[in-house]
């Protein structure tokens, strides 16, 4: 028998709403809703707007970090590295959070009340960051120029011996970065909530409009970290923080802005900020069934292993390359800060060329390939910096900054596979579970780099101020086994990747469910989140 089918469309709140109804299936009340959402109503701004308070307060790698970790408080190659591994680690609990909102709902709300809290205490925690005291600026520049307020305060420095030793910087920088983990916790829990109901809008639509909604959201979102990196460029760009300049903001006028921020979002998730309500909320222990259920996938088991492979070789960053940068290619921080805002709009460049033309091509040559250029762009830049051909601060930023058009096409690859593999009712839950691994595969590539580069001694600062032939090629040698890894890690994995939408949803049906891969798959996640932090503070300080 022949299925007839119903179109009823109809206008509300923003929303133009198609409703296909099978002739069939009326009885059984099966419809399935598609929603042309209006992103300017009243009712949905705030949602954008959210995504920008969001994307300017996370405290990424390669923000103002460098400027107060890596010159306010002196601390050499190897404990940045594990500032970029450790400060981003609260994205790697998002299971827990969206397990958090989709469970338990405030006032019938799921997603709503969790954007608010995690602003509030983003809030509590700036203020606390504001009134506990700096300590004095440590700051150390390789060479001194003249004529500038940097080389008085170098001049300084030199007369007074240093402002502390480096074990109690070192301290006090682990003290700094936890605070940050905290406001990054702050932040995560806001993220995720919007995360779930982004999810809930993207299922709504079509497929023909699939993966518009996440392109947008991102891009908005990444603007607001452009802005966040444009302000610390220029903000940061004093002599207590490496720059020529003999006044700025600092850290706690930057945390001021939080503040700022936080007094606009909380009352726009209130008023400006649409979710449906939920009768009846799904149950903690009817959740982890789901998510049980959903571990145990092996279509899902396959795309977290390739999404936790790819994302370390995509972070296998040398602690080299940040002492590259201050030593040899002479980097100042204002010349990094706007290379990571030029990189970070042409992130949003490559979210939107993926979102808007290669949707519908084979995703593993899209990720392959992307990786290849990007080990190339910066394999070819890096050498040439080490072995002087060409040494130029520009120059060394610009691989930094091309390679961010790709790896915005990836990011959002692996985001639109992460909302085909979402269930009804458990999205916040299930997109959870997809980004905290991604997230925590970031943190431990970090982590890995730095432990391969121990026997090639590349955090020393001595090795690039003497500068001979035995240095360049001792840090050349690591950068290569870097590079091999990333290409080789791809290559493996990349067997696992679906090819696309439709076979994503192959994948779904086709595969069965692995009890005992479910099992390793927890104990393997909470063994590395734990391991990671643990190792991050013993390594900084031993």
């Not at 296909?20 to 009243?42: C, E, M, P, R, W």
């Amino acid at each position: 028998m022949e299925e007839k089918s119903v179109l009823l469309t109809k206008s509300y709140g923003g929303y133009q709403s198609t409703l296909a109804i099978s002739a069939n299936s009326v009885d059984s009340g099966k419809t399935h809703k598609y929603q042309k959402i209006n992103y300017l109503s009243f009712r949905h701004i705030g949602f954008f707007i959210y995504a920008f308070t969001v994307g300017f307060a996370i405290i990424q790698s390669g923000g103002f970090t460098y400027a107060f970790i890596r010159t306010y408080l002196g601390q050499n190659g190897a404990v940045y590295n594990i500032s970029n591994a450790l400060i981003p680690l609260p994205y790697s609990l998002k299971l827990i959070y969206a397990t958090i909102n989709d469970s338990f709902p405030i006032l019938r709300l799921r997603r709503k009340p969790y954007m608010i809290i995690g602003w509030f205490t983003a809030l509590v925690f700036s203020l606390i960051i504001i009134a506990v005291p700096l300590p004095e600026s440590r700051y150390i520049i390789p060479t001194n120029t003249s004529g500038n307020c940097s080389a008085k305060y170098y001049q300084k420095l030199q007369e007074n011996d240093y402002h502390g030793t480096s074990t109690e910087y070192t301290v006090f920088a682990l003290i700094y970065m936890t605070a940050f983990f905290m406001i990054n916790v702050a932040i995560a829990i806001c993220d995720c909530a919007m995360d779930g109901l982004m999810v809930q809008y993207a299922r709504r639509e079509p497929d023909h409009l699939r993966g518009r909604m996440q392109s947008f959201m991102y891009a908005i979102r990444q603007f607001g970290s452009v802005v966040n990196l444009v302000l610390t460029a220029f903000g940061f760009n004093w002599y207590l923080y490496g720059g020529p300049w003999c006044d700025g903001i600092g850290l706690k006028s930057l945390f001021v802005c939080y503040i700022v921020l936080a007094v606009i979002a909380i009352p726009v998730g209130i008023f400006m900020t649409d979710e449906q309500e939920v009768d009846v909320a799904i149950s903690f222990k009817t959740l982890a069934e789901r998510t049980w259920q959903s571990l145990k996938s092996e279509a899902l088991q396959r795309i977290l292993l390739f999404i936790f492979a790819v994302n370390i070789a995509q972070n296998l960053i040398s602690p080299a390359d940040n002492m590259i940068m201050t030593y040899w290619a002479k980097t100042t921080n204002l010349t990094f800060s706007l290379g990571n805002v030029l990189g970070n709009v042409l992130m949003v460049v490559g979210i939107t060329i993926f979102g808007t033309y290669l949707r519908h091509y084979n995703w593993r040559i899209i990720v392959l390939s992307t990786q290849c250029i990007m080990t190339l762009i910066n394999g070819v830049i890096t050498f040439m910096v080490i072995f002087d051909v060409y040494r130029n601060q520009y120059f060394y930023i610009s691989d930094n900054i091309s390679k961010n058009v790709f790896s915005g096409i990836n990011f959002i690859c692996l985001l639109i596979i992460a909302v085909e593999m979402c269930e009804s009712e458990t999205e916040g839950t299930f997109y959870g579970i997809v980004m905290s691994v991604n997230n925590l595969g970031q943190s431990v590539g970090m982590l890995i780099a730095n432990t391969i580069a121990i026997p090639f001694d590349v955090s020393s600062a001595k090795r690039y101020r003497h500068d001979t032939n035995h240095d360049r090629w001792m840090v050349a040698s690591q950068e290569l086994v870097l590079y091999t890894l990333q290409i080789l890690i791809t290559v493996v994995f990349l067997p696992l990747f679906p090819s696309g939408i439709q076979a994503t949803k192959r994948l779904k049906a086709r595969l069965g469910s692995s009890e005992k891969w479910g099992h390793f798959l927890v104990y393997s996640y909470i063994i590395t989140f734990f391991g990671t932090i643990a190792y991050s503070f013993i390594s900084a300080l031993f």
